[in-house]
């Protein structure tokens, strides 16, 4: 992990940050995804169908990817003397391979700009890639946006 302090924030652009822990990505865990959002769509709950769909089993939701961001980007990036990280969103995803049910996931990424923003606070960009254990592709490619306050 990388812990820094606000006030060092702006000399980080250009700071490749590692890689997070490996999280599961478990049947469950898409399940709770698929009631928390309404989607129900059976390549992501119906594991006996989705055997003999287009990628052999389940497979997560892209958006669940996406949200697992979050909890990776916190094991991977700290700024403890901050009172409020806000995701202020993201210039661009993609989702070039499925996340299999069953499958670890990790992150890594690269901060790409520091900017200071009104009210005391800096904006940071990010490059970010969710990396599947075992996995040719990525599952996703991102550059999210943050706003750390003190």
């Given at each position: ?29 898409i399940d ?37 961001v979050i ?80």
């Amino acid at each position: 992990m990388t812990t820094v302090a606000f006030d060092d924030l702006p000399g980080l652009a250009g700071t490749s940050l590692g890689v997070s822990e490996w999280l599961d990505v478990t049947q469950a865990r898409i399940d709770l995804f698929a009631d928390a959002t309404d989607d129900h769509q059976w390549i992501h709950v119906d594991p006996e169908r989705a055997r003999s769909g287009p990628f052999g089993g389940p497979i997560a939701h892209g958006y669940l990817t996406l949200a697992l961001v979050i909890p990776l980007w916190t094991n991977l990036f700290d700024v403890p003397d901050v009172t409020t990280k806000v995701n202020y969103g993201l210039n661009r995803v993609r989702f070039p391979a499925p996340v299999p049910a069953g499958a670890r996931i990790r992150l890594s990424g690269t901060l790409v700009s520091v900017e200071q923003i009104g009210g005391g606070g800096a904006q940071i960009t990010a490059d970010v890639v969710v990396e599947i254990e075992n996995g040719t592709k990525p599952a996703c490619v991102a550059q999210p946006v943050f706003r750390f306050y003190r």
